[in-house]
């Protein structure tokens, strides 16, 4: 299997990249820099990197980079909270979408979105507080990140929706994003168990790309979660 990853030099993007090379894939990256991938992965025979920003490319060029590809996974972020572009997730999904299906393939390709669990799902109903709901409006209005990250889920659920030919989504929600060397015991949920803002749990990155992998390589966990927007969180030792 072929994967396209976008964000993948990304504290996230590289360790599913890891990950997936692990299994055996071919992946390509779209990577401005090679500078924070390790050297390991810089040399592998499985690896193609692209070297430019994925808002640059041209339709042509993106539609390429796509060609043959039975998965996209998006783990971009913004490395400016404030700076341009706005709607980089937001941008960057709408056009790696439109060029997968301008190829009209066979098979629905896998798109994943790297989210967070502060973006409300409407489609499950999940109740949120009003304090919440205060404090993710306030988010949203300072924070341009954030709406960006509601407009590309937005963009998964009612623009792709769930009746497309070529294309198949998920939104992973990891909660408050931690570092740790190796893959733990981790939960998913459809939807939060624990406030995003008051009660925020922890998800380590490299869970967070081995749930992405898990996702793309396992068709039984692909059909559990494709359409939704799980949430994730490293178990609880007790």
């Not at 640059?56 to 043959?68: F, Q």
């Not at 439109?98 to 409300?120: C, D, I, R, Y």
Request: charged content about 25%; overall charge negative; glycine content about 6%.
């Amino acid at each position: 299997m072929t994967i396209l990853v976008v964000g993948a030099s990304g504290a996230t993007g590289r360790l599913l990249v890891e990950q997936l090379l692990n299994r055996g894939e071919v992946v390509r990256i779209i990577v401005r820099t090679e500078s924070n991938l390790p050297a390991t992965l810089d040399t592998h025979e499985n690896l193609t990197i692209i070297r430019t920003s994925v808002l640059d490319l041209s339709d042509a060029e993106m539609a390429e980079h796509v060609d043959g590809c039975r998965a996209v996974a998006s783990c971009l972020g913004h490395s400016s909270i404030f700076g341009p572009p706005r709607r980089l997730v937001t941008d960057a999904t709408r056009r790696l979408c439109q060029a997968t299906e301008s190829h009209q393939p066979e098979a629905p390709v896998k798109f994943v979105l790297m989210n967070t669990t502060g973006n409300v799902n409407p489609d499950a109903s999940e109740r949120v507080s009003f304090a919440e709901r205060c404090v993710i409006g306030l988010i949203r209005l300072l924070l341009p990140p954030h709406p960006d990250n509601e407009q590309a889920a937005k963009f998964l659920r009612t623009e792709i929706g769930q009746d497309n030919k070529a294309i198949e989504w998920s939104v992973v929600r990891p909660d408050d994003l931690i570092d740790k060397n190796e893959v733990t015991e981790y939960e998913a949920y459809p939807s939060p168990i624990r406030s995003a803002i008051f009660d925020a749990g922890k998800t380590s990155r490299i869970n967070v790309g081995h749930f992405i992998a898990e996702l793309i390589t396992n068709d039984a966990i692909w059909s559990q979660w494709k359409w939704q927007m799980p949430v994730i969180y490293n178990k609880e030792i007790e």
